[in-house]
């Protein structure tokens, strides 16, 4: 089983949240990052099991879009998904972050 933290467009060498205002580009930087992490434990998209989607209100209006990013990044059988909505994140340019949970094989 791998447990990874909840993922977010933060750049990991800068510490500065990418893509502030786009939703979409947060989501495509944080499933790029989920990929990274899968690689690196000898993964791939096909061991992700089930993602949790936090989301904030301000970003809600565009939120349906991200279903297109897991398509791009993810492929069948795609992961579960529960999107949650919250009043805020970590920080407060972040639109989205993911809690990705997988399974190696």
């Avoid at 791998?2 to 786009?22: A, I, K, N, Y």
């Avoid at 989920?34 to 099991?49: C, D, R, S, T």
């Amino acid at each position: 089983l791998l447990f990874m933290s909840g993922q977010g467009s933060l750049d990991p060498e800068t510490e500065r949240v990418m893509h502030e205002d786009d939703i979409v580009a947060q989501a495509e930087y944080t499933y790029g990052n989920i990929l990274k992490v899968l690689h690196a434990a000898g993964a791939g998209p096909e061991n992700l099991v089930k993602t949790i989607e936090y989301v904030t209100p301000n970003a809600l209006e565009r939120y349906r879009d991200v279903a297109s990013v897991r398509a791009k990044f993810l492929r069948a059988p795609f992961p579960a998904s529960t999107g949650l909505i919250c009043e805020a994140l970590l920080r407060p340019e972040m639109k989205i972050e993911v809690d990705p949970f997988a399974i190696l094989s």
